[in-house]
């Protein structure tokens, strides 16, 4: 016998399942029923394809049985089964960094969060819900000797030989005060239909039915034991669409992603005649717990003639629809065929090339409803922002579904609401970058865009910066950023221009004073109320853009160097052209600058200077 300690974050996570799903305990079914099902699937794939397993006796089952007077139920399966090493990998450790990063996480604040623990599965530990002690036998397929696991839960866990008749696991829990009401056949039946009638593989329920018989004296109950096949048991989406409900596709939802909520959408796609194939696909309420951590799982399994081959294929959706749940069946794919060369397969390459499109075209559809693509995509935005860049192919479409903030209107907006909101003369559709909302708002980069009624989208995604620069132009008409020098331009009027101010002889003195901080200094046409502002030129990186690249480590050198631009209508520069005190122009020059960097979120490199400064000005103001 041997006694091994659980890696720590499984500990945190037995904790957390048990103080925080208390309300949804009999999900614990579920959750066993589904990894039986995997097993299952997993062994079904090596039967057909490796000649080690084509030989097994395989009678793909699950069986439920209870003890009332034991207080014990188990569940078993003739799936792949787990030996020494399994048990203690799958068992005792928690495989991805993701969910490890995820568990860490939510020892913190969001500790009472039942939904959030819900939404990226329990799994196997669930049965400590109901259970004080888990004991799992288990023989690997094509292996001899049989294993069992053994653990109150409580920091560690005990791993003894067993035996065992046939390949397979069994999860035996002895059940703890609050898991005796599942003792009861009625409670078991009910749970199964409800969450797992789906699964493609038989349930048998294990019952001893009682009855009485005869009269009087020679009356007598009559004990039975009964086996019933409790499940539907035919791959859901394998049905036609007119016999299933949406109460069905939800059930199934909530086997194949672990969440605790229905789904947002599904999409059941039955493709016939060149190819063969049955999509069905779902979109969760809430975005999943990994979709930014690198080692995401992929939410899309691959059935082949209704074999499972594999959920953990990143290739069979674009990175940017990672979020997507659910199942690609095809009738065309061999089923002997490697992994890695399904990943170069034309027919499952099509297969990903059509689903994309009925995604996005779904996505679209769900748009006409403002409240809920509203939902959807506070949840989903960002990931559909990456895919601008990432699927040139579904650019348009793409672009169709993108959402900013705006300056005129309340909420989110896209480009087609932006364009049909374009002044007549207006040159092209102008956004704005930069950190914060509030911030960005105030800008005085702004300034005559909103004194000229003229919309500027309010992109504070960092996301966003990246996105719009690839993006250039939204149905032939151009996207500016009006962070850079020439945006500007091309609001003018003739009036502006023959109002134009030039400030020459200070701009002079100004460039000389801050020719180390700057690559220009310009007589700026965009500002109204504000005395200066920052630019970036035309092929720089913006402020935002600049930070990004620093944190990848991409951004080799200092600080690209704005322009600064100046207001000559403002009364400080006016007052200014006409100051003859050197150190004062200096003065007011450098926080000209430093005002302006400080508005776009720059951080000042000697803030020390820049009160200095700023006192000595005080102090001849005051
Ligand atoms: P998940 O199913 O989300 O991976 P679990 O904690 O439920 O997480 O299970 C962890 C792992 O244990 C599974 O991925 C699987 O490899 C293994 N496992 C659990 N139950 C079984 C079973 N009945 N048969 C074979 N392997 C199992």
Wanted: proline share 3%.
């Amino acid at each position: 016998m041997s006694t091994y300690q659980f890696q720590t974050e499984v500990a945190q996570l037995l904790h957390l399942i048990i103080h925080s799903l208390y309300s949804h305990k009999e999900i614990f079914l579920r959750e066993l029923i589904s990894n039986s099902s995997d097993a299952l699937d997993k062994l079904k794939y090596l039967t057909y394809t490796d000649d080690a397993y084509r030989g097994i006796s395989f009678d793909p089952r699950i069986d439920i049985s209870f003890d009332k007077d034991a207080k014990t139920l188990s569940v078993s399966d003739t799936g792949i089964g787990m030996n020494q090493a399994d048990l203690v990998e799958n068992l005792g450790t928690i495989a991805r960094s993701g969910t490890r990063a995820f568990v860490e996480q939510l020892t913190g604040t969001a500790r009472k969060d039942a939904n959030l623990i819900g939404q990226f599965g329990v799994g196997f530990y669930s049965s400590f819900m109901v259970a004080h002690k888990v004991v799992v036998t288990s023989r690997k397929a094509g292996e001899e000797a049989a294993w069992q696991w053994t653990s109150e839960g409580k920091g560690e866990y005990e791993i003894t030989e067993a035996a065992r008749e046939t390949q397979g696991t069994t999860v035996t829990l002895f059940l703890n005060d609050e898991g005796t009401e599942f003792t009861n056949h009625w409670t078991i039946d009910r749970i199964i239909k409800k969450y797992s009638n789906h699964i493609p593989f038989a349930i048998h329920l294990h019952y001893e039915d009682s009855r009485w018989e005869g009269e009087g004296d020679n009356r007598k109950e009559i004990k039975e034991q009964k086996v019933e096949k409790i499940n539907d048991g035919t791959a859901l989406w394998k049905k036609s669409k007119s016999e299933l409900k949406t109460e069905d596709y939800n059930e199934f939802y909530r086997v194949i992603s672990h969440d605790s909520e229905d789904p947002m959408l599904h999409v059941h796609t039955v493709a016939e005649g060149t190819m063969d194939y049955t999509t069905l696909f779902y979109v969760p309420r809430k975005a999943p717990m990994d979709l930014y951590f690198a080692d995401f799982k992929p939410g899309v399994k691959l059935y082949v003639k209704r074999v499972f081959i594999t959920d953990d294929d990143r290739e069979l959706m674009p990175t940017y629809l990672r979020f997507v749940r659910g199942i690609i069946d095809s009738e065309d794919l061999p089923l002997n065929v490697s992994r890695e060369i399904l990943q170069q397969n034309r027919t499952l390459a099509k297969i990903r090339t059509t689903s994309v499109k009925k995604l996005l075209g779904e996505f679209q559809k769900l748009s006409e409803d403002a409240e809920k693509y509203d939902a959807f995509y506070r949840e989903f935005g960002r990931p559909l922002k990456e895919g601008l860049y990432s699927d040139y192919e579904n650019r348009e479409a793409l672009m169709e579904l993108v959402r900013f903030k705006s300056t005129a209107v309340d909420g989110y907006t896209g480009l087609a609401a932006y364009k049909g909101r374009m002044k007549p003369d207006q040159k092209a559709i102008y956004y704005i970058t930069g950190e914060k909302e509030a911030n960005l708002r105030q800008s005085p980069l702004i300034e005559m865009y909103r004194e000229k009624g003229i919309e500027v989208l309010i992109a504070d995604d960092e996301l966003d910066d990246i996105v719009l620069g690839y993006v250039h132009t939204y149905k032939d008409t151009e996207l500016k950023s009006v962070n850079r020098s020439d945006a500007a331009e091309d609001i003018k009027s003739e009036q502006d221009r023959a109002e134009e101010k030039t400030a020459e002889p200070l701009i002079a003195r100004m460039k000389e004073i801050l020719k180390d901080q700057v690559k220009d200094v310009k007589a700026s046409t965009r500002l109204t109320g504000s005395p200066s502002c920052i630019v970036v030129d035309q092929s720089d990186p913006t402020v935002q853009m600049q930070g990004i690249l620093k944190a990848m480590g991409r951004m080799d050198g200092g600080q690209v160097k704005p322009i600064l631009e100046i207001n000559p209508n403002h009364p400080i520069i006016k007052i200014l052209e006409t100051t003859t005190d050197e150190e004062r122009v200096r003065d007011v020059s450098f926080i000209l600058l430093e005002q302006a960097m400080l508005i776009e979120g720059v951080k000042l490199e000697n803030p020390a200077e820049f009160v200095k400064r700023l006192n000595r000005i005080m102090e001849h103001a005051v």
